[in-house]
C-alpha cells in the first residue's frame, strides 16, 4: 500500500467511522460514557482535513500524522490510546514507500505494545486489544501459511470479530466500563468494535 492507497483507506475509514457513529455511542452508553463513536468522528473529521497536504509524504508519516491528530483532537480514553497506535505503526513502517503485509504486521504489534503501554492494560481485560491482539496472530498465521495477503487480512477480520465476540463474556477491568465492573458482562466493548470495523476497511483495500 504506498502513499495514495493509504490516504484514500484512511478516508474510507473515516467515513465508516462516521456512519458507525451513533452505532457504537450507543455501545460505549450501555456500559460507559457514551462518547466512543462521537470521539473517533470527531477525530478522523480533523484527520481528513489534514490528508489533502500529506499527497507527497511517505506511508509512515501519514500515519504518524494520523495518530497525532487522534490523540490532539480526541478527548476521552480512544483518542491517545488510537492516536499512539497510529504513530507506533508510523514509527514502524518509516522510510519504506509501500506497506506490505510484514510491515503492516509489525506495525500492528508495535501498536498493540503502545496502546499496552499507554492504557497499562493487557489481554482479556474488554478493551480494543481483545479484538487488536487476536487478529494480529491470526492475520500473521495465515500469512505465514498462504503468503495469501487478502486470505490474511480475511483472516485478521474474523479473529477481531470473534473478539468483540469475546469482550461480551467477560467484565472491562480498564476504561470506563470498569466502573460497573461484573454488570458489563452481556456487553460488547466499543473500542474493540471500532478497531475490527477499521480493520474490515483496510482489508477491503487490500
Ligand atoms: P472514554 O472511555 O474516555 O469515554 P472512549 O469512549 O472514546 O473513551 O473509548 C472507550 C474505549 O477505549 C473502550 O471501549 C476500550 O476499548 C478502550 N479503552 C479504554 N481504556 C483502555 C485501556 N486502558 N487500554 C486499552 N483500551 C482501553
Ligand atoms: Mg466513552
Given amino acids: 500500500m504506498n502513499t495514495e492507497k493509504l490516504i484514500a483507506t484512511i478516508r474510507k475509514v473515516g467515513a465508516r467511522i462516521e456512519a458507525e457513529k451513533d452505532f457504537l455511542t450507543e455501545l460505549d452508553n450501555v456500559i460507559a460514557d457514551g462518547d466512543h463513536g462521537i470521539n473517533l468522528a470527531r477525530g478522523f473529521g480533523e484527520v481528513d482535513k489534514k490528508l489533502d497536504a500529506m499527497a507527497d509524504k511517505e506511508p509512515g508519516d501519514v500515519l504518524k500524522t494520523v495518530g497525532m491528530t487522534l ?3 480526541v478527548g476521552g480514553a480512544s483518542g491517545p ?3 499512539t497506535g497510529f504513530m507506533k505503526m508510523g514509527a514502524a513502517v518509516k522510510g519504506k514507500a509501500e506497506i506490505d503485509v510484514p510491515s503492516f504486521l509489525e506495525g500492528l504489534q508495535t501498536a498493540i505494545e503502545g496502546v499496552m503501554q499507554r492504557g497499562r492494560s493487557t489481554k482479556g481485560e474488554k478493551t480494543m486489544l481483545d479484538s487488536m491482539i487476536p487478529a494480529k496472530e491470526a492475520m500473521e498465521a495465515r500469512w505465514n501459511e498462504t503468503q495469501d495477503a487478502k486470505a490474511a487480512f480475511a483472516a485478521g477480520v474474523a479473529a477481531a470479530w470473534e ?6 463474556t467477560i467484565a472491562a477491568t480498564k ?3 470498569s ?3 461484573e454488570r458489563s458482562i452481556g456487553h460488547q466493548d466499543p473500542g474493540a468494535t471500532s478497531f475490527t470495523m477499521l480493520l474490515e476497511i483496510v482489508a477491503g483495500e487490500v
Fill in 71 to 73: 490523540v490532539s483532537t
Fill in 163 to 168: 473478539g468483540v465476540e469475546y469482550t461480551k
Fill in 179 to 181: 466502573y460497573i465492573g
Fill in 175 to 177: 476504561g470506563r466500563a
Fill in 81 to 83: 490510546l488510537y492516536g
